[in-house]
């Protein structure tokens, strides 16, 4: 399970907020994957059903881009509190819980029949298991 988490730059104005609601986002530019809206947490379970539009959308391919352009204050991002969790305690950045009320996610693995018993997929699905849990706990 993950948390989707709001990183922002800690000069940006949501740094003073607790918990970030849809409307915050309202005057934000909001840094995301290119994949389609149904795809990325902070429309389907925040946005859309608030029926908000933030002032601008940005599409990145690559964290570290991401994380930079959110510390220079260029936008702000949600991403799962696992990719955050080593620039939580960083100066430069915020990270705001989305709400109201916890919102979590579960991921999910599926493999083909042929490559179940592959030794790097048992591998993966290994570290699947156990490494979510290690982040969780901090």
């Known amino acids: 399970d993950y948390a989707p988490t ?4 800690a000069q940006n104005a949501l740094a003073a907020k607790t918990m970030i609601e849809a409307e915050d986002l309202r005057d934000q530019t909001l840094i995301t994957y290119p994949v389609s ?5 902070v429309f389907t379970d925040l946005l859309t059903p608030a029926r908000v539009e933030p002032a ?3 599409h990145v391919e690559l964290t570290a881009v991401i994380l930079m352009l959110v510390g220079s204050n260029r936008g702000v991002a949600v991403l799962p509190d696992w990719v955050i969790r080593d620039v939580k305690s960083h100066a430069d950045y915020v990270t705001r819980p989305l709400g109201p009320g916890a919102i979590t996610k579960r991921l999910f693995a599926a493999t083909r029949d042929e490559d179940a018993a592959r030794p790097y997929m048992a591998h993966f699905l290994r570290l699947g298991r156990s490494e979510p849990v290690k982040l969780q706990r901090g």
């Open 6 to 9: 709001l990183i922002a730059s």
């Open 37 to 41: 809206r149904d795809k990325l947490d």
């Open 56 to 58: 601008g959308q940005r």
